[in-house]
């Protein structure tokens, strides 16, 4: 009965350099998105995979950021040439397919922080 | 997506029933009511959802006024552990039907006095 696992837990990195966070969701949920969540707010939305297909990259802050989902399981969120400000916690939510509102299972985040 | 409106903090005794008021005057019609909840330096965790009718499970229960334009929280014996930042969250499906993701607000924070 694992929940939604996320590593590293803590990364820090320096400005410029690329980083890889990783999701696993539950086994068998269709739906996966990323969050990020910066220190006071709530978290807000960057992308969204159903399966292996990422249908929603809306939320995304820039070109720099790239997730994938390549079997439709586990994911990972990139950050290329890394700034201050994508300091934040990034988090992974997923659920079963929303036939009826499934709730979004999280995981407890990955804190980055770019010096 | 329908904006709301919740308090920034709230205090409450231990052992002490809480209710957590949450405004969202345009909430659409297939809008679900959800409940989310943050504890320090964790994910958010699901609490609790409903559409029209009051709900009630293992953690809390849910009322829902009868224009839908408000809801409550109801923790109805606090413990410590439910110390956290609340977040109502009206959401629904998409067109398609295929998941949608939340749009949280900045909550409540609950502190809870022992």
């Known amino acids: 009965g694992a929940g939604v696992s996320q590593s590293p837990r803590y990364k820090v990195a320096k400005r410029g350099q690329d980083v890889a966070l990783r999701c696993d969701p539950i086994?068998?949920?269709?739906?996966l998105f990323w969050y990020q969540q910066a220190l006071g707010q709530g978290p807000e939305f960057l992308t969204y995979?159903?399966?292996?297909?990422?249908?929603?990259k809306s939320g995304l802050p820039s070109d720099r950021f790239f997730a994938e989902r390549p079997e439709g399981s586990v994911s990972t969120l990139k950050i290329q040439r890394t700034q201050q400000e994508d300091s934040a916690v990034y988090l992974c939510?997923?659920?079963?397919?929303?036939?009826?509102?499934?709730?979004?299972?999280f995981g407890d985040g990955t804190r980055l922080s770019i010096l | 997506d329908a904006k709301t409106t919740q308090p920034n903090s709230m205090e409450s005794n231990e052992e002490e029933p809480v209710h957590l008021p949450c405004n969202h005057s345009t909430i659409s019609g297939t809008d679900y009511i959800h409940w989310y909840r943050q504890l320090p330096s964790q994910g958010p965790e699901y609490v609790i959802h409903?559409?029209?009718s009051n709900v009630n499970n293992r953690m809390a229960s849910l009322a829902i006024a009868e224009d839908r334009k408000s809801s409550t929280l109801i923790l109805h014996r606090a413990t410590l552990r439910d110390a956290a930042v609340y977040y109502c969250?009206?959401?629904?499906?998409?067109?398609?039907?295929?998941?949608?993701?939340?749009?949280f607000g900045s909550g409540t924070q609950l502190t809870v006095l022992p």
């Open positions: 939510a997923s659920s079963q397919v929303n036939l009826d509102n499934q709730p979004q299972h």
């Open positions: 995979f159903q399966n292996e297909a990422q249908l929603d």
């Open positions: 086994s068998g949920h269709v739906s």
């Open positions: 409903g559409l029209t």
């Open positions: 969250i009206p959401h629904s499906l998409s067109s398609s039907g295929s998941a949608r993701q939340l749009t």
